[in-house]
């Protein structure tokens, strides 16, 4: 079952897509919650290149490689990745409000699509602020 979720950004698309596949961003914006964070981000962006964002509980009590493949890369319009067997997709849609962003992705197992949907929310809205900061 694919989830999705979206956000539109009031900044210009250039920024919104540098923010989105730049590692010195990622960090600042990459968490569902507070008590979460992103300590170190890796990309290749191109086809065939990997990505990898190392997301840690702020207190250490656990953390994860969030890693993958590019599949697909059109600039400043889509990414398309796979990671384990799961498959994702951005999309980057200027619009007259701003920039869609809209995030599909594969869900796992082990949490309800309620609480992926709401994390994968979350962190797309952290980073929805973060770009409107930058552009201000």
Known sequence: MNITVE????????????????????????????????????????????????MEAKDGSFGFDFEGTYTRIVPQQLIEYRFGDRAGKVEFLNGPQGVTVRSTFDAEGEH???????????????????VEGLAA
Not at 30 to 49: I, Q
Not at 112 to 130: K, N, P, T, V, Y
């Open 7 to 54: 956000t539109i950004i009031r900044a210009p698309i250039a920024k919104v897509w540098s923010a989105y596949t730049t590692p010195a961003d990622i960090v600042q914006w990459n968490a569902a919650s507070d008590d979460w964070h992103t300590t170190s981000a890796r990309v290749d962006l191109r086809e065939g290149g990997s990505f990898c964002s190392r």
């Open 112 to 130: 309800s699509l309620e609480q992926q949907r709401s994390g994968w929310q979350a962190i797309l809205d952290r980073f929805a602020r973060h």
